[in-house]
């Protein structure tokens, strides 16, 4: 029963954690560990998580990767591995591409860590403001005030991005 | 570019970077062969020293506490602090709670709705009186997790992206587990305040202060400055626990 459990949420969830993981340390072989990482602890804890947590399998995921991440940007600074080469390079692979959108996700790469988290959370997992708070353990006027904070960044970079 | 079209973005621009069938099935093996944790282990896999100083202080914190019926121990599981009540709450009695906060006079401060929820806690918990001029409440928030516990928050802002917030934390005597901290890139210091004891950390411009009782707790946060969050706890009322 566990197993159908946890491989569902292997396929459900693997590729979005994948992507946000990227954007969020950017760099694709980090990114990649983080997810992996991100499922092996899920699996540990799932029995804790049946018994306990009052939030969504959902949100439990992205808590557990956005962890996992914050230790992964941690260690990453301190082995001064430079991440932008490998964003771009990703993220400007496909030239079919439109700019606008490659730009987008480079300016939200960008954000200063907790900022980019309520982005990623809201916009691409497209979690509430109480999701995010439970999964970043903060209170919903927190998330709704980085969320300000976040779209005033983005509008003001996406401004001057504009040709 | 519209911030509505960021998931679309993100998942356009990204679309080469998937999870394959065979990778996912690589996962789900890797995964079976780990053992499972059981509901309430702690790992000490990811125990750092700033995480390991949390542990001497809270109990330290137990210790110091004395008459108040402090009972739970603290383990460590990937960088966040765990506490584990046990025994029996003190429920206030009628002349302590003559003694204690009027809920009424709550709404003044935190609003109509958190002061009623206060009132139906049905255990008198400590509370700020005292918030810094130009600040409003904002919001609050109730929940129960189960049987397990209740959580009472207001949030406080003065318009800018100033916010202090308070919760309070009552774990049912069913609770076994019940605060998780989020303790790195964090500065630790004991605070003594009108007689007891917060633990407070620093993590760039968020400022915590935790109070700890019998299964219930107190967490002040914002990002504010050191002096005013004092301000905030000196002027804690504690019906219950004088």
């Known amino acids: 029963m566990s197993d159908d459990r946890f491989r569902k949420w292997v396929t459900e969830y ?19 560990d ?10 540990r804890q799932m029995d804790s998580f049946r018994g306990e947590r009052a939030q969504s399998e959902k949100s439990w995921l992205m808590r557990i990767a956005i962890n996992i991440c914050h230790d992964y940007q941690r260690s990453k600074w301190n082995r001064n591995v430079d991440t932008g080469r490998s964003l771009d390079e990703l993220s400007m692979g496909d030239s079919s591409e439109p700019m606008e959108n490659r730009l987008a996700v480079l300016d939200i790469a960008a954000l200063p860590e907790k900022l980019k988290q309520v982005i990623l959370l809201y916009y691409y997992h497209d979690m509430t403001v109480r999701e995010i708070a439970k999964t970043l353990g903060v209170s919903p006027s927190i998330v709704s005030v980085r969320l300000k904070k976040a779209r005033g960044i983005l509008e003001r970079m996406w401004k001057e991005d504009a040709p | 570019m ?6 679309k973005s993100i998942d356009s621009v990204l679309s080469g970077m998937d999870v394959s069938d065979e990778k996912i099935e690589n996962i789900c093996d890797q995964a079976r062969q780990q053992p499972k944790q059981q509901p309430g282990y702690a790992s000490k896999r990811r125990t750092v020293l700033p995480v390991m100083v949390v542990v001497l202080l809270f109990s330290l914190l137990a210790a110091a506490l004395g008459s ?42 935190y609003g109509e709705s958190f002061a009623k929820q206060y009132a139906d806690f049905g255990t008198y918990m400590p509370l700020p009186l005292w918030i810094p001029d130009g600040f409003y409440i904002d919001s609050m928030d109730y929940s129960e997790s189960g049987d397990s516990f209740k959580v009472l928050q207001g949030c406080f802002t003065d318009g800018t992206d100033k916010t202090i917030s308070v919760r309070i934390k009552r774990y049912s005597e069913n609770a076994d587990s019940s ?24 993590n760039y411009e968020d400022h915590d202060l935790l109070w700890l009782g019998d299964r219930c707790e107190l967490k002040i946060h914002g990002n504010i400055d050191r002096d005013t969050m004092r301000k905030i706890a000196e002027s804690v009322a504690w019906p219950e626990f004088k």
């Open chain 1, 14 to 32: 693997a590729t979005s954690i994948l992507r946000t993981c990227f954007v969020y340390l950017g760099d694709a072989a980090l990114a990649e």
């Open chain 1, 34 to 43: 983080a997810m992996q990482e991100t499922f092996f602890r899920a699996w």
């Open chain 2, 2 to 7: 519209k911030l509505d079209n960021i998931g």
């Open chain 2, 68 to 109: 108040s019926p402090v009972n739970h121990t603290v383990s460590v599981a990937d960088g966040h602090l765990e506490v584990f009540f046990e025994g029996t709450g003190v429920e206030p009695s009628e002349q302590e709670k003559q003694d204690g906060i009027e809920p009424g006079g709550l709404a003044g401060l």
């Open chain 2, 179 to 202: 605060i998780i901290h989020f303790m790195d890139e964090s500065t630790l210091e004991t605070w003594h305040i009108n007689g007891f004891e917060f633990a407070y950390y620093q």
